[in-house]
């Protein structure tokens, strides 16, 4: 089974401080696909990033960073200079193909991790 | 660019009464999710379509039926609702072997 855990509920922070949100997951399957999403107080789901699991490589997009280690299932999500918009929920997913290649590409969350930047 | 479209964006329902909530995936997007997302919770998967075949199911009660129709949208029917049904409800469309999922803006429904 898939589990994902994000420890950290809540976290605030001032305005231009970084902030890094902790994400690990558990899964068996050997190929098997990360995603980090933003849920504003408006309530829509935005994707930020999608990672596979043959892919280590970090990634910045603008002051958005991501550490994938999968020697300890955890894809990490850093926040550089945080701004007041930056204020939301932010849920890291996983879902997996299953040996057949078949995508069972229903997406399981962590709990969530409310981010307030304040200014 | 077009966007996954929920319709309605909210609903507010009695218990023991029905609602109909419906999906239009983005175009030429063959996969369909349903989720639902409780209060403080995070969104839970309930069912899925593929070209119009149910391909996979999660926690969903069995109140609860959905169907994606010739045109690629789907419908999610639920009867005798009751007040933990309160929630929103997102669908959310996935072009084939993109293993992404574009997120509609979600249906809030609240059961009184």
New interface residues.
Partial sequence: AQKVTQAQTEISVVEKEDVTLDCVYETRDTTYYLFWYKQPPSGELVFLIRRNSFDEQNEISGRYSWNFQKSTSSFNFTITASQVVDSAVYFCALSFLDAGGTSYGKLTFGQGTILTVHP | AAGVIQSPRHLIKEKRETATLKCYPIPRHD?V?W?QQGPG?????LI?FYEKMQS?K?SIPDRFSAQQFSDYHSELNMSSLELGDSA?Y?C?S?PQ?S????????T?LTVT
């Fill in positions: 996969t999710y989720y919770q995070d969104p839970q998967f899925s996979d999660g929103l997102f959310a996935e072997n293993y992404e999922q574009y997120f509609g803006p979600g809030r």
